[in-house]
C-alpha cells in the first residue's frame, strides 16, 4: 500500500498531498489561461523566444490544455509516476523560460498562474525570483510523486494498476502447483 | 469433501484421485471465472477513464477553439483598393487604410510617414511616448505628413474589444478636428497591463475632456461613439491592412505594430531603428529614445 514495499506507510498521505498541491497549482494555472487564451498566447510571445510564430501559437493553446489534463491526472491519481514525471519535466522548462526573460532582461510576468504578458508600468516590479522558487516547490512534489507514486486513494489502486497485489482481484494460478 | 475421499482411499485411490482432480479443476474453472470477470471488471474500468480522459481533452480543446473564434471579428471588406461606402471620417483615406494628419501649411515635400500601431499595444504606447510628441511638431511645422494606422488585431487575442473601441472613438475625434490629440490621450491613459482595455467612461467621457473636446463637439463626438458611426470604417481598415507596395514586404511576419514607413522614401523602419534596449541589473529591461529633437528626427527620415 506504500510506494515502495520499505517506505514507510505514511508515506501514502504525502504522496497524496503532493498530488493535491502539485494538480492543484497546475488545474489552477491551466482555467486561468483557458479562460484568457488569447492572453495566453501573447505571454508565450512576450518571453520573445527566437521560435515561429505558429509554434507560439501552439504552445499558447496547448499548454493549457495539457496543464488541465496533467493536473486532474495528478489529483485524481492516474498514472502518477508518469503525471509526476511530466510535470517535473514542464516545471524545469518553465524555470528555464523564466531565467531567460531575467537573463535578458525582458520585462515580463511570467505568465505562470496568470495569462502574463509585458510589464511596462515601472511600479510593477517582475517577480522571477519568487515564481522560480514556486516552481521549484512543485517540482519537490513531482520528484516525490516519481519515487513514492502509490497511494490507497487514487485511480491507480481502483484500476489496479501499480503493482499492488492485496488488491488484484485474486491470483487464479494459486491451485495449479 | 477431501476427508471423504481419504476414507476411500486405500480401495479407490484412483478414482479418489480423478475425483479430487475433477474437483481441483473445477474449483479452478470457478476462479478461472472469478478471475475472468475481474479481469474484465477492470478493462472496463481502464477503458472509462480512458474515455472520461480523451471526453475531457475533447472538451478543452472545443474550449480554446470557442474562445478563439468568438473573438474572431468578421473579415469586412478585404480588398485594398476598392474605396470605402460607409460613413468614412474627414481625414481617412478613401480606401480606409489609414487617417491623414497634415498641417494646413504641409510643404509639398513633406515626408509621408505611415505608423502602424494598435491602441492595447505597449510597444506602440512606449514609442509613442518618446516619438509622438517629435512627429507632432514636424506635422505642425509642415514637415511631414503622418498616415496613421490604428489596428484592431490585438481584439482577435484580447477578449473585449478594446482595440477597435479606442479606434472607433479616436475615428470619431477625428469628425471634430480632434484625432491626433485624443490619439495622444488614449495612449497616455493605456493601461499597464496589456488586455486590461479602457473603460466607456475613459473612452466617451474622459479621453475627449483630455484631449480638448467640449461644447457641441463633445456631444457630436459622444453621438458618433455611441452610435459607432466610424466602428465599419476602422474594421474596414484593420481588413484592408498591408505595407504599401512599394516596401516590397509581403510576408505578414515581417510588420507589425509598432511599424513605421516613410512611404516617399519606400523605407520601412522599426523601433530598433528608434530605440535603445538596456538591461537594468533588476532584470528589468529600460528603452532609451535615440533621437529627443524634432530635428534629429527629420534628419533620420532624410537620410533614410
Known sequence: MVADRRAPAWFEWITVGARLILGGVLVWAGMMKILDIGQSVIAVRAYDFPIPEALVSLIGYGMPIVEILLGL????????????????????????????????????????????????????????????????????????????????????????????????????????? | MADNKKKAQPTKAQQARAQQQQAQSKRGQLRAQQAAIAARAKRNRIIGVVVAVVVLAAILVGLV????????????????????????????????????????????????????????????????SYYGSLFRELVDRGDVVLHMHPRSFLDRGIPGNYSIKAATAAACADTVGKFIEYHETVFANQPAKEGDGYTEQQLRVDFPAEAGITGDNLTSFQQCYDTQKTTAYMEALEANQVMPASSGITDRTKWGTPDFYAYDQAKHFTTNDLLNGHKGTDGKASYSPKMTTADELLTFLKGL
Open chain 1, 73 to 177: 491526472a495528478l489529483v485524481a491519481g492516474i498514472l502518477t509516476r508518469w503525471a509526476g514525471l511530466a510535470a517535473a519535466v514542464m516545471m524545469v522548462m518553465y524555470i528555464a523560460a523564466i531565467a531567460s526573460a531575467w537573463a535578458r532582461g525582458l520585462s515580463i510576468d511570467c505568465g505562470c498562474l496568470t495569462p502574463g504578458g509585458v510589464i511596462l508600468d515601472p511600479s510593477q516590479e517582475t517577480k522571477y525570483g519568487q515564481d522560480i522558487l514556486r516552481d521549484v516547490g512543485l517540482i519537490i512534489c513531482a520528484v516525490w510523486l516519481v519515487v513514492f507514486p502509490r497511494a490507497r486513494v487514487s485511480v491507480d489502486t481502483w484500476l489496479g494498476l501499480g503493482g499492488r497485489p492485496e488488491e488484484s482481484g485474486g491470483p487464479p494460478e494459486e491451485s495449479e502447483g
Open chain 2, 65 to 128: 477553439v470557442w474562445q478563439t473564434s468568438s473573438n474572431d471579428k468578421p473579415a469586412g471588406n478585404t480588398s485594398s483598393a476598392a474605396s470605402f461606402t460607409g460613413f468614412k471620417p474627414p481625414n481617412g483615406s478613401a480606401n480606409a487604410t489609414y487617417i491623414e494628419v497634415k498641417a494646413a501649411n504641409a510643404s509639398a515635400d513633406a515626408i509621408i510617414v505611415d505608423e502602424y500601431f494598435d491602441y492595447q499595444c505597449p510597444y506602440c504606447r512606449l514609442v509613442d
